[in-house]
């Protein structure tokens, strides 16, 4: 098997593949084009999308050029895939700002030193946006059939539920094709990676570059990546893991994969770290906080660097084991004058966004899950005072996990 394959099997990214003998035999005899697409429907990707941005890295590494494509075109429009309903369509503003903000943080992840290897970005509105309707249909509509088109998993799931379905988002799988047979003759991309969710609209691309132009061009797949606990990658009791560190800071990033659950680590450090495969063989045996921490450091310096890694180690150390208030630490900064309206400890939890449900406050304080300063507090009534405060500042900690620095302003 050809090498760039065999590390995406051992890494635990693949899933399913076309053509893979032929894919195999052509990357052995030359450097590709490949391309993966990115809607911009939020300012931020979050780490649901790392794994695809791994993948981005991995056709670096083996010599391949990477496409990245910004989907200012089809975020118009929607992608149904795994939705249960049609999404808010953005603005023209907005779309071109979150596109903006998407590309600096996939630049914080690629190389762009060798000029074989430099990846390159492309926004699909550049000839979506101009496509003449009657030509469309007859140039690229009489290659798909709606027999077809029914049988896939985005239409056909929300079709069963009897969800509905716009004309619109119908059509979405007919562009991404579309946009692959674009890459294929402006780039002479070969290679769409996608999510397993995006099999169906892969293999569209794949038959219509066939039919319209005989070339033989491939798709391939990763599977969808879950917490151990059964929760959708991206996503935590607070929110999602922001790839921005405008909305997630480098030590809550830190945090999130030294927190990922003993289950997931190994899988993890292969899937989304550098380290190779013969390492993590050889260190797998490891204390598991050890390689928890190793985890936080790699993902941590990949994204944020090196300084702000070591930092988020130090502060967590110094939170968790010295039981001191680290300097980089998340903080919240409260009014002094606020204190004269009786906070009790319940509002001062919702204030810090640590936890919003009032009950859940009350069932963590009433289990001593709540601390100040290291001291457990039990009374759900407590009114925060000055006296608190030592320096101004205070640690509010919910379990063991969840920290924040509360400053008296």
């Not at 790392?50 to 590494?61: D, E, G, P, T, V």
């Not at 509905?164 to 579309?178: H, P, T, V």
């Amino acid at each position: 098997m050809n090498n760039f394959l065999k590390e995406f099997r051992d890494r635990g990214f693949f899933y399913q593949c076309t053509g893979e003998e032929n894919l195999s035999q052509l990357l052995d005899k030359e450097k590709i084009s490949a391309y993966i697409g990115f809607d911009c429907t939020a300012e931020s990707l979050h780490v649901g999308s790392l794994l695809q941005i791994m993948c981005l890295r991995l056709l670096q590494k083996h010599g391949h050029r990477p496409i990245v494509l910004l989907g200012g075109g089809t975020t118009r429009i929607g992608d149904p895939s795994g939705k249960d309903k049609t999404r808010t369509i953005l603005s023209e503003e907005e779309i071109e700002k979150n596109i903006s903000n998407i590309e600096k943080i996939l630049k914080n992840f690629l190389d762009d030193k060798d000029p074989n290897t430099k990846p390159i970005f492309v926004n699909n509105y550049s000839w979506l946006k101009s496509l003449n309707y009657i030509s469309f249909l007859r140039d690229i509509g009489k290659h798909f059939t709606i027999n077809k088109m029914l049988s896939f998993d985005s239409v056909k799931t929300r079709l069963e539920r009897e969800q509905s379905l716009s004309y619109m988002e119908f059509n979405y799988m007919i562009l991404q094709a579309y946009d692959f047979l674009e890459l294929n003759k402006k780039e002479n991309c070969m290679l769409q990676i996608g999510g397993s969710d995006q099999w169906g609209n892969i293999v569209n691309g794949v038959d219509l570059i066939k039919r319209h132009s005989n070339n033989h061009v491939y798709g391939l797949t990763t599977p969808l990546i879950t917490l151990a606990s059964g929760a959708k990658m991206g996503k935590t009791e607070t929110g999602a893991v922001w790839l921005d560190k405008k909305f997630l800071s480098a030590y809550d990033y830190w945090q999130f994969w030294r927190n990922i659950d003993d289950r997931d680590v190994l899988k993890f450090l292969k899937i989304f770290t550098n380290i190779s495969i013969e390492e993590i063989e050889k260190i797998k045996d490891k204390d598991i906080n050890e390689l928890k921490i190793l985890l936080a450091n790699e993902t941590t310096t990949m994204l944020h660097g090196k300084d702000e890694a070591k930092i988020s180690k130090e502060t967590a150390q110094q939170t968790f084991v010295e039981n001191t208030l680290g300097d980089n630490l998340p903080s919240i900064s409260i009014e002094e004058k606020m204190l004269d309206n009786q906070v009790n400890i319940v509002d001062l939890i919702v204030m810090s966004k640590l936890e919003t449900s009032k009950s859940e406050i009350r069932r963590l304080i009433k289990g001593n899950g709540i601390k100040i300063n290291a001291q457990t507090i039990s009374d759900e009534k407590l009114v925060i005072t000055k006296s608190l405060f030592k320096k101004k500042l205070i640690k509010l900690s919910l379990g063991k996990k969840k920290h924040i620095k509360v400053e008296l302003t």
